[in-house]
C-alpha cells in the first residue's frame, strides 16, 4: 500500500515558483515529524525543511530559509511545501518523509517516505 505520494513538481526558470504537495492515504495517524528532502543527481539526499506534529515549529536549510515555507493540513493529512524565487541550484528529485524516528530532523531516520516529485529549474 503506497503510504506517502508527492506531486506538484514540474519545470519552472529561475525565480518561479511551485507548491509540492504529499499526501498519506496509506498512514492513519502521524506521530512525528514530517520533512522534505532533496536528492540531485550525484549528490546525497538532503534535508529541505521539517515541521513538528501539530504544525507549531518548522525547520529550514539555511539553503532554502526566506524561499521555501514548509505547512500542513492535518485534517487532510496532507504536506506541502511552497518555493518561491527558486534557483538553479533546487533542481532535484524532492522527496517526503513522515514520522521522524532519529534525534535530528535533517537526518533520513523517517519511517515513511514517497517516491519523490521531480523539480526543474532553468536559468
Known amino acids: 500500500q503506497v503510504q506517502l505520494v508527492e506531486s506538484g513538481g514540474g519545470s519552472v526558470q529561475a525565480g518561479g515558483s511551485l507548491r509540492l504537495s504529499c499526501a498519506a492515504p496509506?498512514?492513519?495517524?502521524?506521530?512525528?515529524?514530517m520533512a522534505w528532502f532533496r536528492q540531485a543527481p550525484g549528490k546525497e539526499r538532503e534535508g529541505v525543511a521539517a515541521?513538528?506534529?501539530?504544525?507549531?515549529?518548522?525547520y529550514y536549510a539555511d539553503s532554502v530559509k526566506g524561499r521555501f515555507t514548509i505547512f500542513r493540513d492535518i485534517a487532510k493529512n496532507t504536506l506541502y511545501l511552497q518555493m518561491n524565487g527558486l534557483k538553479p541550484e533546487d533542481t532535484a528529485m524532492y522527496y517526503c518523509?513522515?514520522?521522524?524516528?532519529?534525534?535530528?530532523?535533517?537526518?533520513?531516520?523517517?519511517?515513511?517516505w514517497g517516491q519523490g516529485t521531480q523539480v526543474t529549474v532553468s536559468s
Open positions: 518523509a513522515a514520522d521522524l524516528v532519529a534525534t535530528t530532523w535533517w537526518s533520513l531516520g523517517y519511517k515513511y
Open positions: 496509506g498512514i492513519t495517524f502521524i506521530r512525528g515529524f
Open positions: 515541521i513538528s506534529v501539530g504544525g507549531s515549529r518548522t
